[in-house]
Nanobody, 118 residues
Framework: QVQLVESGGGLVQPGGALRLSCAAS????????MGWYRQAPGSERELVAD???????NYADSVKGRFTISRDNAKNTVYLQMSSLKPEDTAAYYC????????????WGQGTQVTVSS
């Protein structure tokens, strides 16, 4: 059974920073594309960033230059460093794991809330 457990969400002021972490269990980490999605109320879930096992990364245009995704294969953990946060970044953030043969995530975390507000 694969489990993804996120941590690190919270309330931050505009312009601030947060780091999200996602710990993965099960023998999948090195073989899967790890990603972060977000979903704001009334909106569809959208890809924020993902990272392949070779550390090739992909970002949504809205976060390029502000967010950085990284992975630690020894710790089976993926991170999302968020800086210069804006109120529009407010959302529930979900960790995901996708096989390279899949077009959509195979596994999801439970989500962690990020609120950007003064």
């Amino acid at each position: 059974q694969v489990q993804l457990v996120e941590s690190g969400g919270g309330l931050v002021q505009p312009g601030g920073a947060l780091r999200l972490s996602c710990a993965a269990s099960g023998n999948i980490f090195r073989r899967y594309v790890m990603g972060w999605y977000r979903q704001a109320p009334g909106s569809e879930r959208e890809l924020v960033a993902d990272i392949r096992s070779d550390e090739n990364t992909n970002y949504a245009d809205s976060v390029k230059g502000r967010f950085t995704i990284s992975r630690d294969n020894a710790k089976n953990t993926v991170y999302l460093q968020m800086s210069s946060l804006k109120p529009e970044d407010t959302a529930a953030y979900y960790c995901s794991a996708r096989s390279v043969f899949s077009t959509r995530p195979d596994y999801w975390g439970q989500g962690t809330q990020v609120t950007v507000s003064s």
